[in-house]
């Protein structure tokens, strides 16, 4: 093997301060072997060494511009003779080029290219790489998950990524080193796509990978859960065995989480439910016999290793108290503090995280996507609402289109896209990404709000997503399909003489799992008698919402058990009058009000609530199939 002859790390220094060098260093490198490894772009450095941590993040936000115009200047030297781009630069290459040419796109302007490569076209269609799996987004499209492209080296870009988390959080915690993370992790379920590429979930992909195998075993990645309980595929298996393993090694632990707030809580429901068992698991030294998955079984016993009464009298005390409130904290005694997601819908859970928390703080380390990761929080135990994402300039190009406050639609905007280095503080913008891996200009969705800067580095707080009215957990539910699935299941009261005068919804997560509650205000057609509903129609009326919502509600109510049954209260008639005099008294204008499809504040809540005269849920989970 031909080695570099350049030095590497001479290289970064250069380009710290020059951009000019890396376009002379990116020639010179092409065809070694550390092109892969993109000197500059992800510099290579020893992820346990702390103080290069540091100073890597030091210098990504201290040199943003550079970063970023090197980043697009590589995506499109790389890909410009790709279908996609060729077609509108024609293999030339020069930002404003880009800039003019290059479109600003939604995922249905690309999702015919990526069905192409789905069905074993070329990636060149997209990118220069070759595509080496299909990421399926919580977003959908036409019902069913986006699909986002990605490739081998793309799994080192995250790698990356993971591995600048650890310097920040070391800087406000101390000791992390002495114990482990009780992690809470998950595989989905994935499908083969007819040109053979898998199509699943970010995070499978990654727990799937080497990189996430053979990670070093250093301080911060050393878990309670074996890898073979968190790539266990029958989830309720592999959650019983991670809170066995958590439990077993309690006193290790200093750290507990999962990715979002929503999978953290459920797994605490789960323990409600399965205390009793787990006990006398470790009781007997016997993991329970419907563990039936044999790695997992085989880990888990090792790690039971021997009867042990006394941890399970220990548990069961704690759990057997009449309140659950900071059982966090008693369980898992030396824990520090809760590492979940509990930013954007995952706000929602900050009560009750709070609740069972024993005041532990709550932690929302990164903000990242199927399209590409995208930032660190770098004050980590700052409160949830005043989190904020510093963007890392090496993980993709990132642009940002203007959007109004209180325009609702930014669709209807046709203003120019601003660079990360140009955003302004306090204004509100539409993340649009181009990323080593095939998406140019592609508009995320979602809304983020410059709170700051780091350096050179602009700081986000994530606000919401364009379009979402309802989220519980993964599932992403906007006003046109609520609208569609609405209408479907309104039919069946229509044949019974009735009418849907109006509805709006909010998502319920006073129980765990949450739920869905859609208001409707009903009449009988043509006549002033009173209502008389047939539940079994109305609850019918819930499965056809349900039946009629896209695959990833779908799947979290059927398959994930992470979404209740949806419910239906029927208010009494003028309520949404009196929701209206609400909404205005709070500053609506009575002119342009229209109806809020859902509903966030706990007033107007209350308002709905106090006139509610019929609940009703589904009965059946909705069919879900994973394509
Ligand atoms: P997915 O494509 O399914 O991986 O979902 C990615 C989306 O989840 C992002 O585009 C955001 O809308 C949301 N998300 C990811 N991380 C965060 C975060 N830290 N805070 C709020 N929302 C997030």
Redesign the pocket.
């Known amino acids: 093997m031909r080695s570099c002859p350049l030095n590497c790390t001479a290289v970064k220094q250069q380009f710290r301060t020059c951009s000019r060098i890396t376009k002379d260093v990116n020639q010179m490198s092409r065809g070694y072997p550390c092109q892969s490894i993109l000197p500059g772009i992800l510099p290579d450095y020893d992820p346990n060494d702390n103080e290069a941590g540091m100073k890597i993040l030091e210098d990504l936000t201290e040199n943003v511009y550079q970063i970023q115009q090197r980043v697009l200047e590589e995506i499109i030297t790389r890909n410009a003779h790709t279908e996609y781009l060729e077609g509108f630069l024609n293999g030339q290459y020069e930002k404003e080029l880009f800039e003019r040419k290059v479109p600003v796109v939604n995922y249905e302007d690309i999702k015919p290219y990526i069905e192409r490569i789905a069905n074993g076209e070329s990636s060149n269609i997209i990118s220069a790489e070759p595509i080496t799996e299909l990421l399926t ?3 959908t499209s036409g019902g069913q998950p986006k699909m986002m492209p990605s490739t081998a080296e793309d799994l080192h870009r995250k790698t990356f990524f993971y591995n600048l988390l650890v310097p920040v959080m070391n800087k406000y915690v101390d000791g992390l080193d002495e114990g482990k993370g009780m992690y809470l992790l998950f595989v989905k379920p994935e499908i083969e796509t007819p040109s053979g590429l898998m199509a699943r979930p ?1 995070l499978t992909s990654y727990y799937k990978s080497n990189n996430f195998k053979n990670r070093p075993l250093n301080r911060f990645n050393v878990y309670t859960s074996p890898d073979e309980t968190i790539l266990c595929s029958d989830s309720k298996q592999s959650l019983y065995c991670q809170l066995l393993c958590g439990l077993v090694q309690r006193e290790e632990v200093l750290r507990v989480g999962a990715v979002f707030a929503s999978a953290f809580l459920r797994s605490i429901k789960f323990l409600e439910d399965y205390w009793k068992e787990l006990c006398s698991n470790i009781r007997k030294g016997h993991v329970s016999d419907w563990i039936t998955d044999s790695s997992c079984r085989k880990v888990v016993s090792l790690i039971l290793s021997r009867p042990n009464s006394e941890l399970a009298d220990l548990i069961e005390h704690e759990c057997s108290t009449k309140s659950w409130e900071g059982i966090i904290k008693k369980l898992w005694p030396r824990t520090k503090y809760i590492e979940v ?1 509990v ?2 819908s ?1 706000a929602q859970y900050i009560p009750t995280l709070e609740f069972y928390s024993g005041g532990l703080p709550l932690v ?1 380390t ?6 590409c990761y995208f930032g660190i929080n770098f004050k980590p135990l700052n409160k949830p609402s005043d989190v904020s ?1 510093t963007l890392v300039p090496n993980m993709a190009y990132f642009e940002f289109l203007p959007v109004k406050k209180n325009l609702a639609d930014t669709e209807k905007e046709a203003v120019e896209t601003v660079d990360l280095v140009d955003v302004k503080l306090g204004q509100y913008y539409e993340l649009v990404v181009t990323t080593f891996t095939g998406l140019y200009r592609y508009r ?3 809304i983020l709000m410059v709170t700051g800067f780091y350096n050179n580095a602009p700081q986000f707080r ?1 606000m919401h ?1 364009r379009n979402v009215v309802l989220s519980i957990d ?1 599932d992403k539910t906007n006003e046109e399909d609520l609208l569609k699935a609405v209408t479907k299941a309104k039919h069946l009261v229509e044949l019974l003489g009735f009418l849907l005068i109006e509805y709006t919804s909010y998502a319920d997560t006073s129980s765990i799992p949450g739920h869905y509650v859609l208001f409707w205000e009903l009449t009988n057609k043509g006549s002033n008698d009173l209502l008389v509903l047939d539940p079994k129609i109305m609850e019918e009326c819930c499965s056809t919402v349900e039946e009629s919502l896209d695959s990833v509600y779908r799947r979290c109510r059927r398959k994930d058990n992470s979404i209740g049954p949806l419910e239906i209260r029927v208010v009494k008639d003028g309520t949404f009058d009196a929701l209206m005099d609400f909404c205005v008294s709070q500053g609506s204008s009575v002119n342009q009000y229209k109806t809020p499809r859902c509903i966030k504040s706990e007033e107007a809540i209350n308002i709905l609530d106090s006139r509610v005269v019929g609940r009703f849920f589904s009965q059946n989970a909705p069919s879900w199939e994973p394509f």
């Open positions: 987004s919580s977003g970010v997601i930013t954007g995952m929302s990164m903000y990242a996507s199927s399209e994402y995320v969705g979602d994530f997503r993964t």
